[in-house]
């Protein structure tokens, strides 16, 4: 058997190494010319790291993560945390894995490193994806023909391989932007931040902060609606002064934070409505391709992560019957990641209420939730940190899937 796989992000490069590690033979297109990222930080939780693990990367990932004490989240004015739930050391006490912060960049050498160079071709870029009863091929723009017997979209928001064998459409503008910035962490170090999980929710906008790169950098992300024309497009500027305007009548900690970073980077936030089906025939999509979400879960990545090793053990167990092991892939993993979807968008809606009616009603929710958890997880937090990917491919997460997700 013979995969290939359309993009060497975060899910394609996992899908290459669980791949390699079950004795299946692969190709990972890219039509990058270098594996580089963009600057942002990046949440892991233990669902997602569990993988990471899973592969024999647990220990270089201590290197550069860091792991936070609590999630807190605090109201504008004031700073006060109105709901706190637990990470470090429960997190891991209880699911088996930690809860840790990176740098993307730092996540994507992490698996780039291992690949089979001999199997990986850069500066490639597909221009159609086809298929019989036998095989699946693509063909690039400089005229090679790729065959394999199984193709696998990883290729993002804008995969060529959902345009082009699913129902093609252009991602959905959720009205809203974010604005980030990583900075050196001595550059912040007299506002004395503990190494945390922060969401500061005000009217119309919140403020997303945390220590990355094993503490040396500080990553934080400003979400809030827009007018302005924003591309996806993480090379987007814009000035300290017009990021700090918008956090007038603020306390004081995200406005210093801001003033501290040189250089902000904008994009437009979007997603996708969940496809009718991952899977036609012998192609199989996954990661943003198949469930691009906004960030209010901060599952992206970490659903992409569950998705390869899911889809790998998938064709390990049934690659006697490849569309056969595709559609059950496909049964595995459709669900829990369409309802990230939805309630990623749910959660846009809470954190950016607008009258004081509103703000203090959601204030009000999420302290009476902070007091009734006692210290615990949430039912979604347990949700969303139980689940366990190759118990998900044997078939034996019965206890996960009796959960109730969002109660």
Not at 102 to 122: F, K, V
Not at 224 to 233: A, C, F, I, K, V
Not at 243 to 259: C, H, L, T
Not at 323 to 342: I, T
Request: hydrophobic share 40%; proline share 5%.
């Amino acid at each position: 058997m013979k995969v290939i796989i359309v993009g060497a992000g975060i899910g394609g490069s996992t899908l290459a190494l669980s791949l390699a590690q079950l004795g299946i033979d692969y190709v990972l297109v890219e039509q990058a010319p270098a594996l580089t990222t963009v600057g942002a930080g990046i949440q892991l939780s233990p669902n997602g790291v569990r993988v990471l693990e899973q592969l024999g990367l647990g220990e270089p990932l201590k290197q550069f993560c860091t792991e936070p004490d609590f999630h807190k989240y605090s109201v504008w004015d004031t700073g006060e945390t109105v709901l706190k739930t637990p990470l470090q050391p429960m997190v891991k006490a209880t699911y088996g894995h930690a809860y840790y912060h990176a740098h993307r960049a730092d996540l994507i050498d992490l698996l780039t490193a291992p690949l089979d160079s001999s199997r990986l071709l850069m500066n490639t870029r597909v221009a159609s994806v086809e298929q019989n009863e036998l095989s699946a091929w693509v063909t690039t723009t400089d005229g090679r023909r790729i065959e394999g017997d199984v193709i696998v979209g990883a290729d993002g928001i804008h995969s060529i391989v959902r345009d082009q064998v699913f129902k093609p459409g252009s991602p959905r503008d959720s009205g809203y932007a974010s604005w980030r910035g990583v900075i050196d962490s001595d550059a912040i170090s007299h506002l004395d931040i503990p190494v945390s999980a922060y969401v500061d929710m005000g009217p119309r906008l919140s403020f997303v902060y945390y220590f990355v790169s094993g503490g040396k950098k500080f990553n934080w992300l400003a979400l809030g609606r827009t007018n302005d024309p924003l591309r996806e497009s993480w090379s987007q500027t814009a000035t300290r002064e017009e990021v700090i305007d918008a956090f007038d009548g603020w306390y004081d900690r995200p406005k210093q934070i801001i003033e501290a970073t040189p250089t902000i980077f904008a994009t437009a936030l979007h997603d996708r409505e969940p496809p009718d089906s991952w899977v036609n025939g012998r192609v199989a999509l996954m990661g943003d391709a198949a469930h691009a979400m906004l960030p209010y879960h901060a599952q992206g990545a970490v659903q992409s992560l569950e998705d390869a090793w899911v889809l790998a053990r998938t064709l390990e167990r049934r690659g006697d019957s490849l569309p056969g092991a595709l559609k059950h892939y496909e049964s595995l993993r459709y669900d829990r990641a369409s309802l990230l979807v939805q309630q990623s968008r749910s959660a846009e809606g809470w954190y950016h209420v607008d009258t004081p009616e509103q703000i203090e009603s959601r204030n009000a929710r999420f302290r009476s939730t902070s007091a009734r958890l006692e210290g615990g997880f949430s039912p979604q937090q347990h949700w969303l940190y139980s689940y366990d990917a190759d118990s998900a491919a044997l078939g034996t997460d019965d206890k996960w899937r009796a959960l109730r997700p969002w109660s």
